[in-house]
């Protein structure tokens, strides 16, 4: 069966400092993958998207850059944080053959001080 | 574009209590629906779906939806609430046709309160 892992879970880190949050999806090959941040009574903003190796699309100018270095690993990195990156950010895949429904992981809460 | 509304942030309501969940979507063309469940600090699971076949979609806890076309609605239902179905409930849509660039638009959730 499938499974998608996100680590770190909680992070607390002051504004400047680099970020890195990371996703794998285990059980299936090629996925289609996703990062999402959610923010307090803002529902899901979908963030970046990858269809595979090195492709990734952006949804909204924002400081945070996406990287897919293999097939079933994504990466979401800053360089300098701010507070407005605060928040819980989900991974999440689903398969690239036909439209259907997301799989995500736990989610990592982003903390900028 | 599509887009999905849920008009209600918050619904309170009693222990073994009926709920609606309200869920409206707008779309010129054929879509796939679905609910998720978002308990607290987790991700979200995927309550239900509908793709085609039968308008009425039921979860294996309970929950049912039906998809409406003529309202462009796709509410959530259960006759009996449980204190455990406490959680935020997203709506969410994705067209039915297309390839890998195809995106799920959620709702802003709605936090269903379910009190003794």
């Known amino acids: 069966s499938q499974t998608i892992h996100q680590w770190p879970a909680t992070l607390v880190q002051p504004v400047g400092s680099p970020l890195s949050l990371e996703c794998t999806v285990e059980g299936t090959s090629n996925p289609n993958l996703y990062w999402y941040r959610q923010a307090a009574g803002r529902g899901l903003q979908l963030l970046f998207y990858?269809?595979?190796?090195?492709?990734i699309s952006s949804e909204v100018p924002q400081n945070l850059s996406a990287s897919r270095p293999q097939d079933r690993q994504f990466i979401l990195s800053s360089k300098k944080l701010l507070l407005s990156d605060s928040g819980f950010y989900l991974c999440?895949?689903?398969?690239?053959?036909?439209?259907?429904?997301?799989?995500f992981g736990e989610g990592s809460r982003l903390t900028v001080l | 574009a599509q887009s999905v509304t849920q008009l209600d942030s918050q619904v309170p309501v009693f222990e073994e209590a009926p709920v609606e969940l309200r869920c409206n979507y707008s779309s010129s063309v054929s879509v796939y629906l679905f609910w998720y469940v978002q308990y607290p600090n987790q991700g979200l699971q995927l309550l239900l779906k509908?793709?085609?076949?039968?308008?009425l979609v039921e979860s294996i806890n309970g929950f049912e939806a039906e998809f409406n076309k003529s309202q462009t609605s796709f509410h959530l239902r259960k006759p009996s609430v449980h204190i455990s179905d406490t959680a935020e409930y997203f709506c969410?849509?994705?067209?039915?046709?297309?390839?890998?660039?195809?995106?799920?638009?959620f709702g802003t959730g709605t936090l269903l309160a379910v009190q003794p």
């Open positions: 509908y793709l085609s076949g039968s308008t």
């Open positions: 990858s269809v595979g190796i090195g492709q």
């Open positions: 999440a895949w689903r398969s690239g053959l036909a439209p259907g429904e997301l799989f």
């Open positions: 969410a849509v994705t067209l039915s046709y297309g390839g890998a660039t195809n995106k799920l638009i």
